[in-house]
């Protein structure tokens, strides 16, 4: 049976822990994490990123993970924590799940843009 967007959120959802700002906040304090915005470049052009965050737009993510792909970016190692967010947190739980099926095993949602900045986390312009 096929499977719809809703599915697909389901299934991220129960396997892609959740954290909250807060908690976001002591991983990225913890020691060595990535933090990657999954949102499409011109969303983080017109908001900033988080401060110290990568930018891969959600269509780019399994190529820069990926080791063997011509298009990997080094910062993505299969032995670090990678922090996952977009604007609301549906496609940052998709990326997570996705990031799971590809072998990496410390990957946490972390949610939306916006709840993270209200809640303290500094930012950068793009």
């Not at 976001?24 to 965050?53: F, H, I, N, W, Y």
């Not at 993970?65 to 924590?81: G, I, K, L, W």
């Not at 990326?95 to 099926?101: F, M, S, V, W």
């Not at 949610?111 to 930012?123: Q, R, S, V």
Request: glycine content about 8%.
């Amino acid at each position: 049976m096929a499977k719809n967007v809703k599915d697909l959120l389901a299934e991220a959802n129960s396997s892609v822990p959740r954290l909250p700002p807060n908690e976001a906040v002591e991983k990225m304090r913890s020691g060595d994490v990535l933090v990657v915005d999954v949102r499409d470049p011109t969303e983080v052009q017109q908001s900033g990123k988080l401060k110290g965050a990568v930018n891969v737009s959600r269509g780019m993510l399994e190529f820069r993970a990926d080791p063997e792909s011509q298009y990997h970016n080094p910062a993505f190692r299969q032995d670090r924590t990678i922090l996952l967010h977009c604007a609301s947190g549906g496609r940052s739980a998709l990326a997570a799940k996705t990031l799971q099926d590809m072998g990496y095993t410390s990957v946490f949602n972390i949610g939306g843009f916006k709840d993270l900045t209200e809640a303290g986390i500094e930012t950068e312009p793009a």
